[in-house]
């Protein structure tokens, strides 16, 4: 199954709720403190129910609902390329469609209910039977359902299968008055069907920003050595590993056996105080054996005295690489790599050679990626449909990125809103817009006049009057011309609000 779309409401900023439509890419900018590693965070808690990077608390209840009397977090999921059908027993099978557990556009909903932190309780929206007699059917056992059919005089040739009496039912009754209802999955049929859903959904592996990257972290130290506990930890390992301790054992008891004897024809009395001393097999600690197991460079210089980008990019790696491996363990048909700020700690070629790798990965089977980034060069590897701008944490906040306020498609135009970033990139952008336009005489209009040098090819200057706009044009073209004032950041991003406001005004 692949995630369609997350739902979150009440979970820490979020007290409205809010959705969040998915894809194979998808990546969430914004300012810092906006709200992006909360989605992330929320499907951790969804997913893995509190065994993985995430545990829900008390303090993740938003505090405005909270004061409002409102306990309850609710994270949800739509999913679609569901499985074609579902075994809830041996012998009973059936579909989603027909237990009627989707949604009108069907999709499966699933929605996980968190009352004051606690326990969640799981439920499926869909559009199901409401008619009299018709609902409710899969929290109903199998002598409820006999007793329905009998006392409807409904036709059913096989009455020991739940899924089949239920389907007679439904076709007996013709108007099932269908509704989007929530069908609380802790009963009956119910149970098992999301019992073998979780068969089906995605393995969720989240890698947070401020995961650990010091010297004393045993992932930096080196993942060969988490590798090594797990692959220690595999059971068939474990019964080779004793069978080869089990064999040392033996050998041990049988030369301490005799040297006693041997001590006991010289000195019985000091012989019958000795006993051999050999631990059970059981108490060995294997992971001592490769303790020195490592990576490192070249030099034999060891991972965590490598540089912080070097070290976080190991750590991506060993994190798909161990997700990858959970994966086929598990036998989950999907994965979900969700993965905050990916560009932490690296160099502008090592962002753009990361996200190339992660798009490619989102193009392979089974995969789907989800980023945070407030890194503009990553942004510029994306494509619209990637990107998810959060503005604010109320549901008008959060906007699929399309041509934004512009009447162009720009990457530039996303950053700028993101991350505030006023580059000169994006300067010459608008500038060569409204120049293609043939609007930069009216562009000038009304616009206060600066002095500006020009440099001539003699080396004398020449006095000029320009805007702003032309005077920071110019000083990004003709750096060799050192007679005029730099511009300042501030005038920068004057000149780039002044140019949006005029392209704006004038479609």
Not at 111 to 117: D, G, L, T, V
Not at 406 to 418: G, I, K, Q, W
């Amino acid at each position: 199954m692949k995630i369609r779309s997350i739902g979150i409401k009440g979970f820490r900023g979020y007290s409205n709720p809010i959705q969040v439509q998915a894809s194979d890419l998808l990546v969430l900018v914004g300012k810092n403190d906006i709200g992006k590693s909360t989605v992330l965070e929320a499907l951790d808690i969804f997913f893995n129910d509190g065994k993985g990077s995430v545990k829900l608390d008390k303090d993740d209840i938003n505090k405005a609902n909270l004061a409002a009397g409102d306990d309850c977090i609710e994270i949800s999921v739509e999913f679609e390329d569901l499985p074609a059908s579902i075994v809830i027993d041996a012998t009973n099978e059936t579909t989603l469609a027909d237990e009627y557990l989707l949604t009108e556009t069907g999709t499966l909903r699933v929605i996980k209910r968190y009352q004051n932190a606690g326990k969640e309780k799981v439920f499926i929206s869909a559009h199901h039977p409401t008619a009299p007699g018709c609902g409710e059917l899969l929290l109903k056992k199998n002598s409820d359902l006999k007793k329905l059919v009998e006392d409807q005089g409904v036709d059913c040739q096989d009455k020991t299968r739940n899924a089949n009496l239920r389907k007679a039912i439904w076709i007996a009754k013709g108007n099932l008055e269908l509704q989007t209802i929530e069908i609380e999955v802790a009963k009956i049929d119910a149970k098992n069907i999301w019992e073998q859903l979780k068969s089906y959904m995605p393995l969720y592996s989240l890698f947070q920003a401020d995961r650990k990257n010091s010297d004393e972290d045993s992932e930096v130290q080196d993942p060969m050595r988490l590798a090594v506990r797990e692959i220690l930890g595999d059971p068939a390992i474990q019964a080779e590993l004793a069978t080869v301790a089990e064999s040392v054992k033996k050998r041990l008891d049988e030369v301490a056996a005799q040297t006693l004897a041997k001590l006991k024809e010289l000195n019985p009395q000091i012989a019958s105080s000795l006993n051999p001393q050999i631990p059970e097999s059981s108490s060995l600690k294997w992971i001592d054996v490769f303790k020195n197991v490592s990576i490192a460079g070249d030099e034999d210089i060891p991972v965590n005295k490598r540089g912080s980008g070097v070290k976080r990019l190991i750590l991506i790696s060993f994190f798909r690489a161990e997700a990858e491996r959970r994966q086929r363990e598990t036998g989950l048909p999907s994965v979900v790599y969700a993965i905050e700020e990916p560009e932490t700690s690296q160099h502008p070629e090592h962002q753009r050679a990361l996200v190339s790798a992660l798009v490619a990965l989102s193009k392979t089977a089974g995969t789907q990626i989800f980023l945070t980034t407030h890194s503009p060069e990553i942004v510029k590897k994306l494509e619209f449909e990637n990107l998810l701008l959060i503005a604010g944490q109320q549901p008008n906040d959060l906007r699929k990125v399309q041509a934004s306020e512009l009447p162009y498609p720009s990457l530039n135009e996303v950053n700028f809103s993101a991350f505030d970033e006023s580059s000169f990139e994006y300067h010459n952008e608008l500038y060569g817009f409204i120049e293609a336009e043939g609007k930069l005489a009216t562009f000038r209009m009304g616009q206060a006049m600066m002095p500006y040098s020009r440099l001539n090819k003699d080396g004398s200057t020449t006095q000029q009057q320009i805007v702003l706009t032309e005077y920071i044009r110019h000083q990004i073209h003709h750096p060799e011309n050192e007679t005029n004032r730099r511009f300042t950041d501030q005038e920068l991003r004057q000149s780039i609000e002044a140019m949006r406001s005029f392209i704006q005004a004038n479609p």
